[in-house]
């Protein structure tokens, strides 16, 4: 079983900058591809940004495509969102979660493929 639990939303005025942060317990962390997901009030989850478990393949929404950046650091269990360049509507709460399937293509995970939920945490931009 893994435990996800996501910290770091909060409000921020448009255009500026917020990291969040998902720490995940379990000794193999290491090994699971990790996703952050958004909901707004109305709205379907849906997919932000996706991170192999080594790290080095990372795969994005476009709506979210150089103005956010995901990264993990496996020796802390951890897997962060750093948000720049934030707008009104990337207001939702945003969840982490983690899947033990292996792809070759990280962006071929759906949105049910994910084993792992953490309870989100909500990010608000003002306009």
């Known amino acids: 079983q893994v435990q996800l639990v996501e910290s770091g939303g909060g409000l921020v005025q448009a255009g500026g900058s917020l990291r969040i942060s998902c720490a995940a317990s379990?000794?193999?962390?290491?090994?699971?591809?990790m996703g952050w997901f958004r909901q707004a009030p109305g709205k379907e989850r849906e997919f932000v940004a996706a991170?192999?478990?080594?790290?080095?393949?990372?795969y994005y929404t476009d709506s979210v495509k150089g103005r956010f950046t995901i990264s993990r650091d496996n020796a802390k269990n951890t897997v962060y969102l750093q948000m720049n360049s934030l707008k009104p509507e990337d207001t939702a709460v945003y969840y982490c979660?983690?899947?033990?399937?292996?792809?070759?293509?990280?962006?071929?995970?759906?949105?049910?493929?994910?084993?792992?939920w953490g309870q989100g945490t909500q990010v608000t931009v003002s306009s």
């Open positions: 379990g000794r193999t962390f290491s090994t699971y591809t």
């Open positions: 979660a983690a899947t033990t399937r292996w792809k070759s293509r990280i962006s071929d995970y759906d949105l049910h493929e994910y084993d792992y």
């Open positions: 991170i192999s478990w080594t790290g080095g393949r990372t």
